[in-house]
Each structure stands twice: as C-alpha cells, then as structure tokens.
C-alpha cells in the first residue's frame, strides 16, 4: 500500500475534505435576489395564464405566490428595470 506524504491542506487527515464550497442563494445577497426577481416574475406569469389557479390561495404558505404575482403585477415597470439591472449585472459584471 502506497502512502501519500504530500497531503495537500484541502484534505483533513480524516478524509474529510475542508475546502470551501460554494455559497447557496440564501447567503449570497445577488442571488437571493435573483431568486427573488425570478420568484416574482414566475408567478406573475402563471397568474396571467392561469389565474384561478393563484387566487384561490391568498393566506398561508401558498399565498406568498399570490402575493409575488400582485407585485409582478402592480409594480411591472420597476420589475422590468430590475430585470434589466440583474442581467447587465449578471453578464458583465460578474
């Protein structure tokens, strides 16, 4: 059996490997709020193909999509800026 002497730092003497990972979309702020824009977005479009199917629920845990329509809805025109803002964002900046 070969043994390594080089271990590298990325790899605890357990086996447990220590590098970083990535961040989720809960703790990186842009993502999040990509998730959020797209959220918001999603919903208004499902709500003008389909709307019964949203409107139905407005309390309790499914009626945060109805309310993210609403705002899709309401407030279309800073959505749109937002979108335009996130993918200039997105493409070049990044």
Do not use: H
Request: hydrophobic share 45%.
């Amino acid at each position: 059996m070969l043994l390594r002497k080089d271990l590298s730092p990325e790899i605890a003497p357990c086996g447990v490997s220590c590098k970083p990972t990535t961040q989720s979309a809960i703790f990186n702020f842009q993502s999040l709020l990509t998730v959020i824009l797209l959220l918001i977005c999603t919903c208004a479009y499902i709500r003008s193909l389909a709307p019964s199917l949203l409107d139905k629920n407005k309390t309790g845990l499914l009626g945060i999509f109805w309310k993210c329509a609403r705002i899709g809805e309401r407030k279309s025109p800073y959505v749109a800026v937002c979108c335009v803002v996130m993918a200039f964002s997105i493409l070049f900046v990044q």
